[in-house]
């Protein structure tokens, strides 16, 4: 059975770096042929993809995040992570990962974490 679970902190202050990670089980983010995706959800907005990081290691991130967003990976550990820095309340949302078989298109959700930035 495939999980993705994702984990952070729940409260970041303005101009800090928010970092989330995605732990997936039952499913290699190495072999398995994905997409491993962030996207948020800001309150009362639609669904926002913010990036993927590709089972091959490329990386492909939103143009209007590109300047302050990262993702990456730790292949031991079978998870991935999202660097986003500079956060604003603006940044406010549920955070989800997910996998892509291909763009788009999601098999399997994490639960979603609710991310606040306040001072």
């Known amino acids: 059975q495939v999980r993705l679970q994702e984990s952070g902190p729940g409260l970041v202050k303005p101009s800090q770096t928010l970092f989330l990670t995605c732990t997936v089980s039952g499913s290699s983010i190495v072999t398995t042929y994905s997409y491993w995706t962030w996207i948020r959800q800001p309150p009362g907005k639609g669904l926002e993809w913010m990036g993927a990081i590709a089972y091959s290691g490329n990386t492909y991130v939103s143009p209007s995040l590109k300047s302050r967003t990262s993702i990456s990976r730790d292949t031991s550990k079978n998870h991935f992570t999202l660097e986003l820095g500079s956060v604003t309340p603006e940044d406010t949302a549920v955070y989800y990962c997910?996998?892509?078989?291909?763009?788009?298109?999601?098999?399997?959700w994490g639960q979603g974490t609710q991310v606040t930035v306040s001072s």
């Open positions: 997910a996998r892509a078989p291909q763009f788009g298109i999601y098999d399997y």
